[in-house]
Nanobody, 124 residues
Framework: VQLQASGGGLVQAGGSLRLSCAAS????????VGWFRQAPGKEREFVAA????????YYADSVKGRFTISRDNVKNTVYLQMNSLKPEDTTVYYC??????????????????WGQGTLVTVSS
């Protein structure tokens, strides 16, 4: 499975962006897809994930109520709608696919395929 993340850019605090993760190759609909982010010098951290069925959603506490993850298995694409953006959301965002169990959903080691990252910059 090859993943292509897009949609990053520059936005003012309080604004919105929608990231997309487009997949090709493999059977995308069988995978859980997650979004992670990594600032320079820091560990890659979990942001959100969605099961293959779309019925189970997971969020980091820092983005709950502001970010929404969704997927379209026909288009082989997962979206991350980011609202009420804050300067501390500034970093590179990565999408990833794998088959984690619930207890390992937030671990980057649970994901096998990774996209190249897209930069989100939130100005104050």
């Amino acid at each position: 499975v090859q993943l292509q993340a897009s949609g990053g850019g520059l936005v003012q605090a309080g604004g919105s962006l929608r990231l997309s993760c487009a997949a090709s190759g493999g059977t995308f609909s069988q995978y859980t897809v997650g979004w992670f982010r990594q600032a320079p010098g820091k560990e890659r951290e979990f942001v959100a994930a969605i099961r293959w069925s779309g019925g189970n959603l997971y969020y980091a506490d820092s983005v709950k109520g502001r970010f929404t993850i969704s997927r379209d298995n026909v288009k082989n694409t997962v979206y991350l709608q980011m609202n009420s953006l804050k300067p501390e959301d500034t970093t590179v965002y990565y999408c990833a696919a794998g088959r984690p169990i619930s207890s390992t959903m937030m671990r980057r080691e649970s994901y096998v395929y990774w996209g190249q990252g897209t930069l989100v910059t939130v100005s104050s």
